[in-house]
C-alpha cells in the first residue's frame, strides 16, 4: 500500500483533512494509503467503464436504490462510487434537502463523475478504509460493486460504523448474486482475481465485529444486497453494541418455542473477540441469563394478544418480542465453552440473533418464591412448550 491520496475540501464539506501519523501539527491534513495497484487499475479503467455498463445493470440499480427508500433530507456516502453511476438515484432519492457525499481512490474515476454532477455531490478521493470524515456524520453508506475489492474489510466496516449516525444504515449492493461478482473476478483475474464478497455467514460476522446489527442479506439473480444498523440505543453516551452473535435451530418465529427452557435444543452463543475477556469463570456457571435483540420483531406494537388466550395485553405485561425495545431474555443450561463459543441448551432466540449480555444464573438469587403473572394465572391456559 503506498498510493498515497488526499481529500478534497471545498466550503461547506464534510471531509476532514488530518494527517495519517497524527501529528499536532498536522491534524488538519489527512493522508489516506490505499493499495496502489487497485488505484491504478481503476485510474486505466476510467475511460471505457460507463460503456461496460448495461441498461439492464443501470436498471438493476435503480431498483436497489428505490427499495432502501431513503428519506428525502439524508446525508449519503457513496463508497467506490466511481464513474458516480449510483450518483443520479441518490440525488433523487435524497431530494434538495439531502447530501450527496461520494468517496473513491481513483481520481480518474471522480474526474468523471464530477463531470456528470458538478457541485450537486461533494467528491472525495480517498479509502474507506481510513474514512475522513467526522463520526456520526451520515444517515446511508452505499457501498455498490466496490466491497470485494476492499482489502481489510472488518476495519472498512468499522469505518463505516463510525461515520454513520446512531441508527444509521449500511447497504453492501451489485447488481447480480454473489455468485455472479465472484465469478467474475475469477475470470478476469490479475488485480481482482482474488477480490471476492465472503460468504453469507462470514459477512454476518464481519458486520457483528463491527457492531452493526440487523443485518440481512437478499441475494438472488439480479442483485445481492445486505443492509445492517448502527445501533441507536445509548447509556451515558456509550453506544449499546453486540457483544456476539447466536446461532441456533430456529429459522423463523414459527419455529421457536414459546419459551426456551421447555425445548431441548441446543444452540451456540458466539461472543466476537474484543468481548472474550468477559467469559473468565463463566465456564463455572451451571445456567446463564441470555439476553438477545429480536431483530425481526416489530417495535411499533404496545398491544398484542398472546399465546394464552384471545385477550389484549399490554407489551410490558407479557413476553412478547414485539415491543418498542424487542430485548428478550432465556435462561440456559450452559453445556461447553469453547474459544469464544458456549453451547447452551434452552434458547429460543431465531438464528442470527444479536447477543447483548450473558449473565450467571442463580437459583439463590433469581428465583422469587410465590412470584405469578396474574392474568395468566387466572386463565384457564397454563403456561405450555
Same mark, same amino acid.
Given at each position: 500500500m503506498c498510493g ?5 475540501q471545498?466550503?461547506g464539506?464534510?471531509?476532514e483533512?488530518r ?9 488538519? *491534513?489527512?493522508c489516506?494509503?490505499v493499495?496502489n495497484?487497485h ?5 486505466q ?16 440499480l435503480?431498483?436497489i436504490?428505490?427499495?432502501?427508500? /431513503? ?7 457513496d463508497?467506490g462510487?466511481?464513474t ?5 438515484f441518490?440525488?433523487?432519492?435524497a431530494?434538495?434537502?439531502?447530501k ?11 474526474e ?23 463520526d456520526g &456524520?451520515? +444517515?446511508?453508506v ?7 475489492h476492499?482489502?481489510d474489510?472488518l ?19 451489485h447488481?447480480?448474486?454473489r ?14 482475481? +482474488?477480490?471476492?464478497?465472503p460468504?453469507?455467514?462470514?459477512m454476518?460476522?464481519?458486520c457483528?465485529? #463491527?457492531?452493526?446489527w440487523q443485518?440481512?442479506?437478499t +441475494?438472488? #439473480?439480479?442483485?445481492y444486497?445486505?443492509?445492517?444498523r ?6 451515558r453516551?456509550?453506544e449499546l453494541v453486540?457483544?456476539g ?7 423463523? &418465529?414459527?419455529? %421457536?418455542p ?7 435444543? &441446543? ?13 473468565? +469463570?463463566?465456564?463455572?456457571? &451451571? ?12 417495535r411499533?406494537?404496545?398491544q398484542?394478544r398472546t399465546?394464552y388466550?384471545p385477550?389484549?395485553r399490554g407489551v410490558f ?6 415491543r418498542?425495545?424487542?430485548? %428478550? ?6 453445556? *461447553?465453552v469453547? *474459544? ?6 434452552g434458547?429460543d432466540?431465531?438464528?442470527?440473533s444479536?447477543?447483548?449480555? /450473558?449473565?450467571p ?7 422469587v #418464591?410465590g412470584a405469578s ?13
Amino acid at each position: 500500500m503506498c498510493g498515497v491520496l488526499q481529500s478534497e475540501q471545498k466550503g461547506g464539506g464534510l471531509a476532514e483533512r488530518r494527517s495519517v501519523n497524527g501529528s499536532k501539527e498536522r491534524q488538519q *491534513e489527512r493522508c489516506f494509503l490505499v493499495e496502489n495497484v487497485h488505484r491504478e487499475y481503476f485510474n486505466q479503467k476510467a475511460p471505457q467503464w460507463d460503456s461496460m455498463l448495461t441498461e439492464e445493470v443501470y436498471n438493476r440499480l435503480k431498483r436497489i436504490i428505490s427499495s432502501l427508500k /431513503i428519506k428525502p433530507g439524508s446525508v449519503v456516502l457513496d463508497v467506490g462510487t466511481g464513474t458516480g453511476v449510483l450518483l443520479p438515484f441518490l440525488l433523487e432519492a435524497a431530494g434538495p434537502g439531502g447530501k450527496i457525499v461520494a468517496l473513491d481512490i481513483a481520481e480518474k474515476m471522480l474526474e468523471i463523475a464530477r463531470a456528470k454532477v458538478g457541485d450537486r455531490a461533494e467528491l472525495v478521493c480517498g479509502d474507506i478504509t481510513a474514512a475522513p470524515f467526522a463520526d456520526g &456524520t451520515f +444517515d446511508e453508506v452505499i457501498c455498490n460493486s466496490c466491497f470485494p475489492h476492499v482489502k481489510d474489510k472488518l476495519q472498512a466496516l468499522k469505518e463505516i460504523a463510525r461515520i454513520l449516525k446512531p441508527g444509521g444504515r449500511l447497504a453492501v449492493c451489485h447488481p447480480m448474486s454473489r455468485e455472479a461478482v465472484n465469478n467474475l473476478h475469477r475470470s478476469l483475474g490479475g488485480v481482482v482475481g +482474488d477480490d471476492l464478497l465472503p460468504e453469507h455467514e462470514e459477512m454476518h460476522e464481519l458486520c457483528g465485529q #463491527a457492531g452493526f446489527w440487523q443485518t440481512a442479506i437478499t +441475494d438472488v #439473480a439480479e442483485m445481492y444486497l445486505l443492509t445492517a444498523r448502527k445501533p441507536v440505543l445509548s447509556c451515558r453516551e456509550r453506544e449499546l453494541v453486540p457483544i456476539g452473535i447466536i446461532h441456533s435451530p430456529y429459522r423463523s &418465529t414459527g419455529e %421457536a418455542p414459546r419459551q426456551g427452557r421447555f425445548s431441548d435444543q &441446543t444452540a451456540e452463543l458466539e461472543v466476537y473477540p474484543p468481548f472474550r475477556e468477559g467469559l473468565k +469463570d463463566v465456564e463455572r456457571a &451451571t445456567h446463564l441469563v441470555v439476553l438477545y435483540w429480536c431483530h425481526l420483531a416489530s417495535r411499533q406494537t404496545l398491544q398484542t394478544r398472546t399465546p394464552y388466550g384471545p385477550e389484549v395485553r399490554g407489551v410490558f405485561a407479557c413476553r412478547s418480542p414485539a415491543r418498542p425495545n424487542p430485548i %428478550a431474555f432465556c435462561v440456559a443450561e450452559l453445556l *461447553e465453552v469453547k *474459544e469464544g463459543r458456549l453451547l447452551v441448551r434452552g434458547v429460543d432466540a431465531l438464528d442470527k440473533s444479536p447477543l447483548l449480555d /450473558i449473565k450467571p444464573y442463580s437459583s439463590a438469587i433469581d428465583s422469587v #418464591a410465590g412470584a405469578s403473572i396474574g392474568w395468566l394465572e387466572d386463565g384457564s391456559k397454563k403456561v405450555k412448550g
